[in-house]
């Protein structure tokens, strides 16, 4: 059975870190999304990673402060959250893309997400 | 590209239709549009793509329609685990978007 599981959430300061994985299994790891949900923002991209080069492209939101990489050998994705702020509350899912133009892609797995809360 | 979904909310009986709007900030030349179903605790799931693709296992009563700016999600006759949230995303351009959703609640 295709499955991705989340782990890593957790209450967290604001200007605080937060490592967030996400594991695979049952498939050929592809290229990856993070997606996060709030209940003020609904559904918002945040990042996505190539399955070759490991290119990575970020919403502006995140840029310069999360960071996404992948382990392949371990079919696990990884987003490393710095300086992270209230807004940045959510539920964070990994999804697996069916098909993508470029960064932009729809998603047929999702995990069941991990929530990071950033409260003082 | 702003998604804009219209009803917020959706207030129908099992058995009836239900006709979702996805409507977008500016109009895109591909098809490139996806529809996703959420209820409480889970994560989103595919239901559409390419705007009126159908992804594996969902049933027929759910159609996807549009082109250019405007899109629509017609669940032809409501079953009672249909009640739900519905998202619509676009992936023809970075970044992609979500719209803010349609909630079909039973009346």
């Known amino acids: 059975e295709d499955q991705l599981v989340e782990s890593g959430g957790g209450l967290v300061h604001p200007g605080g870190s937060l490592r967030l994985s996400c594991a695979a299994s049952g498939f050929t790891f592809s290229s990856m999304n993070w997606v996060r949900q709030s209940p003020g923002k609904g559904l918002e991209w945040i990042s996505y990673?190539?399955?070759?080069?490991?290119?990575?492209h970020y919403a502006d939101s995140v840029k310069g402060r999360f960071v996404t990489s992948r382990d392949n050998a371990g079919s696990s994705l990884y987003l490393q959250m710095n300086n992270l702020r209230v807004d940045d509350t959510a539920t964070y899912y990994c999804?697996?893309?069916?098909?993508?133009?470029?960064?932009?892609?729809?998603?047929?797995?999702w995990g069941q997400g991990t929530l990071v809360t950033v409260s003082s | 590209i702003v998604l804009t979904q219209s009803p917020g909310t959706l207030s129908l009986s099992p058995g009836e239709r239900a006709t979702l709007s996805c409507r977008a900030s500016q109009s895109f030349s591909s098809r490139r549009l996806a529809w996703y179903q959420q209820k409480p605790g889970q994560p989103p799931r595919l239901l559409i793509y390419?705007?009126?693709t159908r992804a594996t296992g969902i049933p027929d009563r759910f159609s996807g329609s549009g082109s250019g700016s405007d899109f629509t999600l017609i669940i032809s006759r409501l079953e009672p685990e249909d009640f739900a949230v519905y998202y619509c995303q676009q992936y023809d351009g970075p970044p992609r978007t979500f719209g803010q959703g349609t909630k079909v609640e039973i009346k």
């Open positions: 390419d705007a009126s």
């Open positions: 999804a697996r893309p069916q098909y993508c133009s470029g960064s932009s892609c729809y998603d047929d797995l």
């Open positions: 990673i190539s399955s070759l080069d490991k290119t990575v």
